[in-house]
């Protein structure tokens, strides 16, 4: 035995070899005992084995129970609709959460946001039940169930009240879907009540959007479902700096893997200027996960220390670094 926690690592399409890799110099440089074990999804294990995401990737997070992964695209003819909603389905990793905090000397109009969103990661609009009823008539179901939505909510408060958060916001569209968003409305009302230091706020998706946009340090945790979280989560990444600086993490009962918000970037892909900070985020969210505190903190502070400088801002955030020169100001910075 090595003692070194074992890994899942999946590198991913686009940009993410890039980034990850800058991820695992950044986590063993800060000192964690991860052993990584590599496996492979996307594009190219699709070109090699037909299929975009083999068992064997289930398998070994299964075995592991937590995984760093980059952004997985799914291939055309491939036969699934998405991988990451396969991934996300297959494991019951029921809850995406997405810390997004101010980095200072990241340039954006708002100083002092740190909220985090927890969205539904397995039902809603995205149960995958469309069907045509008839020519020119189709219907997209939306799912809700009083499980999954107790869940979710359950899960919130749990997370405000271990990092000491004050409030929750529902984020909801209860007055035009009464059925669906009320009984998630109901479901987080519900679990509330058991966390009486906790505030819960109620916020209708549209006017949610409003405020985040202007006053997002009025926002703590916010809970809400699978397809307004995937919005806002966007949203929130551009209120602190974009996708190359938003860590993320979709957690279960049994297994967590952690990613980036970001896609595989195909536009900018192999040409070494990705910004990898929100992988390296990603993998100090892990570390922290897996006890490794000291590690992720460090992470934190050197990637923060980075930014300070805005030589090292890559193209993204109007700079001129390379994933290259960002991840060496990370390392110097430990
Ligand atoms: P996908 O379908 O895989 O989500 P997408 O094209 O919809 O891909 P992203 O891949 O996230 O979305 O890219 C959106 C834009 O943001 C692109 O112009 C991309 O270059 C840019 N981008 C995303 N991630 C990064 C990053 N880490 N560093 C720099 N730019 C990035």
Request: net charge negative; charged share 25%; glycine share 10%.
């Amino acid at each position: 035995m090595s003692g070194k926690r074992r890994v899942t690592l999946i590198p991913g399409d686009g940009i993410g070899p890039e980034v990850t890799d800058a991820a695992v110099r950044v986590v063993a440089a800060a000192g964690a005992a991860i052993e990584w074990e590599r496996l492979d999804a996307g594009q190219a294990v699709f070109e090699e084995t037909g299929t975009p995401l083999p068992d064997a990737v289930i398998d070994s997070i299964r075995a592991n129970r937590i995984a760093l992964k980059g952004p997985v695209g799914t291939p055309i003819g491939s036969g699934f609709r998405s991988v990451n909603v396969t991934l996300r389905q297959a494991l019951d990793l029921y809850a995406c959460v997405r810390p997004v905090r101010s980095s200072p000397g990241v340039p954006t109009p708002f100083e002092n946001v740190d909220l985090v969103i927890v969205r539904e990661n397995t039902e809603g609009l995205y149960s995958g039940l469309e069907h045509r009823v008839t020519e020119g008539v189709v219907e997209s179901l939306k799912v809700v169930t009083e499980k999954a939505s107790l869940r979710i909510a359950r899960y919130a408060f749990e997370l405000a009240a271990r990092e000491g958060r004050r409030t929750v916001t529902a984020v909801h569209k209860a007055n035009i879907m009464k059925l669906s968003d009320g009984l998630f409305l109901d479901c987080v009302r519900s679990v509330a009540a058991d966390y009486p230091g906790i505030e819960l706020r109620e916020a209708i998706i549209d006017a949610c959007a409003m405020q985040l946009v202007r006053r997002p340090e009025s926002f703590d945790v916010l809970v809400m479902d699978n397809l307004y979280g995937d919005i806002l989560s966007d949203l929130c990444a551009g209120l602190v700096g974009g996708l190359g600086v938003t860590p993320g993490s979709n957690v279960g009962d049994e297994c967590s893997v952690f990613e980036a918000v970001h896609g595989s970037a195909p536009d900018i892909a192999g040409k070494g200027r990705a910004n990898p900070a929100a992988v390296i985020r990603s993998a100090a969210m892990l570390c922290a996960e897996i006890g490794e505190t000291d590690a992720a903190r460090r992470i934190e502070a050197a990637v923060d220390a980075a930014f300070a400088d805005p030589a090292n801002h890559p193209g993204d955030l109007g700079g001129s670094a390379t994933t290259e020169t960002f991840t060496e100001a990370v390392l110097a910075g430990l």
